[in-house]
């Protein structure tokens, strides 16, 4: 503006100032809301500054934990993904999509994108602690698998029972267990243990269709037809 006033370019440049006013008001309202967990009004805001500032990896950050702690786990991984992109090195990013994959039960993601955290810093203590436990874990159920479709039913047993105890507190990786235990049982005509574990899975999850199928197989077992 002072280089070159011209009628145009002032209408222009107050324009840009009197939006950046607003912005900079709208961001410490954002800010203020955060801190007294309104997390909803701080998206609200956020979402009208990030409209305009599309490429402000912060203000992504800090919208992807108001979702965190609105329990909306996949727009907070959207975010944190952009964030990722758009700040260099961003390990934190990295460890943070990587915790609330884990936290959802899909530990493959989980290990691809804390790989991606040691990547850009192999000595990150939270990320190799993570990834030490995710790549336990998977190679755990991987194997349980493999003996499931060899058909090693009760190494397959064995194997889903060291998953639930090198991960007690997630609980999506127990029911899960639980169901594939019961899957086994199932197979191996252990129908009274099957029906006991599947009931059991069904009692967290009643729309579990795995489960329900292999109860239904164990019932057959015990000529329980009705059931």
């Not at 203590?125 to 493999?146: P, R």
Request: with cysteine.
């Amino acid at each position: 503006l002072k280089s070159n006033p011209s009628s145009n370019e002032e209408k222009e440049a107050q324009t840009q100032l009197t939006k950046s006013d607003e912005l900079q008001r709208l961001h410490s309202q954002a800010l203020s809301a955060y801190q007294q967990e309104d997390y909803e009004t701080a998206i609200s805001l956020l979402d009208d500054i990030l409209a305009v500032c599309v490429w402000d990896a912060e203000l992504r950050e800090l919208r992807a934990e108001c979702y965190i702690k609105e329990g909306e786990p996949s727009k907070a991984i959207s975010d944190l993904k952009a964030a990722a992109k758009l700040k260099n090195d961003n390990t934190e990013a990295f460890y943070k999509i990587s915790r609330i994959y884990y936290q959802l039960g899909d530990h493959e993601l989980s290990l691809s994108e804390v790989r991606e955290c040691l990547k850009l810093d192999q000595d990150h203590k939270q990320c190799f602690s993570l990834y030490k436990q995710v790549k336990k874990l998977n190679k755990q159920i991987e194997s349980a698998e493999e003996f499931i479709r060899e058909g090693r039913y009760e190494d397959a047993i064995s194997k889903y029972e060291s998953v639930m105890k090198t991960e007690p507190e997630v609980t999506v990786y127990s029911t899960r267990a639980k169901e594939r235990i019961c899957h086994c049982l199932s197979k191996n005509q252990q129908a009274t243990e099957a029906i006991k574990l599947c009931t059991e899975v069904l009692q967290l999850e009643p729309t579990n269709v795995n489960a329900l199928k292999d109860r239904a197989e164990a019932y057959l077992l015990e000529d329980m037809y009705e059931e």
